[in-house]
Protein backbone atom coordinates (compact mmCIF):
# COMPACT_ATOMS: atom_id res chain seq x y z
CA UNK A 1 0.00 0.00 0.00
CA UNK A 2 2.76 2.58 0.63
CA UNK A 3 4.28 2.32 -2.70
CA UNK A 4 0.69 2.98 -3.91
CA UNK A 5 0.30 6.24 -2.23
CA UNK A 6 3.90 7.29 -3.33
CA UNK A 7 3.00 6.90 -6.74
CA UNK A 8 -0.52 8.95 -6.04
CA UNK A 9 2.16 11.42 -4.44
CA UNK A 10 4.88 11.98 -7.03
CA UNK A 11 1.65 11.92 -9.78
CA UNK A 12 0.10 14.82 -8.09
CA UNK A 13 3.67 16.77 -7.34
CA UNK A 14 4.66 16.22 -10.76
CA UNK A 15 1.14 17.33 -12.13
CA UNK A 16 0.92 20.36 -10.22
CA UNK A 17 5.09 20.97 -10.62
CA UNK A 18 6.16 21.66 -7.02
CA UNK A 19 9.42 21.98 -6.21
CA UNK A 20 12.30 19.47 -7.60
CA UNK A 21 9.37 17.05 -8.90
CA UNK A 22 8.56 19.24 -11.83
CA UNK A 23 11.83 17.76 -13.05
CA UNK A 24 10.87 14.47 -12.27
CA UNK A 25 10.43 12.27 -15.81
CA UNK A 26 6.80 10.66 -16.48
CA UNK A 27 9.03 7.70 -17.14
CA UNK A 28 10.25 7.55 -14.03
CA UNK A 29 7.20 7.76 -12.52
CA UNK A 30 5.98 4.79 -14.72
CA UNK A 31 8.59 2.97 -13.57
CA UNK A 32 7.46 2.96 -10.07
CA UNK A 33 4.15 2.22 -11.48
CA UNK A 34 5.40 -0.96 -13.29
CA UNK A 35 7.26 -2.51 -10.44
CA UNK A 36 3.89 -2.33 -8.18
CA UNK A 37 2.40 -4.31 -10.78
CA UNK A 38 4.78 -6.25 -11.22
CA UNK A 39 5.14 -6.79 -7.28
CA UNK A 40 1.21 -7.01 -6.35
CA UNK A 41 0.41 -9.83 -9.60
CA UNK A 42 3.41 -11.84 -9.62
CA UNK A 43 5.83 -11.58 -6.83
CA UNK A 44 2.97 -11.36 -4.10
CA UNK A 45 1.30 -14.06 -4.46
CA UNK A 46 4.64 -16.18 -5.86
CA UNK A 47 5.74 -15.72 -1.95
CA UNK A 48 2.55 -16.28 -0.92
CA UNK A 49 2.39 -12.88 1.04
CA UNK A 50 -1.48 -12.92 0.19
CA UNK A 51 -2.50 -16.15 2.02
CA UNK A 52 -0.57 -15.16 4.63
CA UNK A 53 -2.52 -12.21 5.70
CA UNK A 54 -5.57 -14.42 5.21
CA UNK A 55 -4.38 -17.02 7.05
CA UNK A 56 -3.41 -14.41 9.75
CA UNK A 57 -6.75 -12.97 9.64
CA UNK A 58 -8.20 -16.50 10.04
CA UNK A 59 -6.52 -17.23 12.82
CA UNK A 60 -7.32 -14.20 14.51
CA UNK A 61 -11.03 -14.86 13.95
CA UNK A 62 -10.85 -18.76 15.13
CA UNK A 63 -9.00 -17.16 18.44
CA UNK A 64 -11.66 -14.56 19.28
CA UNK A 65 -14.31 -17.08 18.59
CA UNK A 66 -12.29 -20.01 21.22
CA UNK A 67 -11.86 -17.32 23.61
CA UNK A 68 -15.36 -15.52 23.57
CA UNK A 69 -16.93 -19.26 23.93
CA UNK A 70 -14.76 -20.43 26.73
CA UNK A 71 -15.36 -16.65 28.43
CA UNK A 72 -19.10 -17.52 28.79
CA UNK A 73 -19.39 -20.04 31.02
Not at 22 to 45: D, K
Request: glycine share 2%.
Amino acid sequence: MPIILLIVALCVLRYFEVWKFAELSWWAIGAIMVLAFLWFEFLEPMMGFDKRRAHNEDEKRRKDRVKQTFDKK
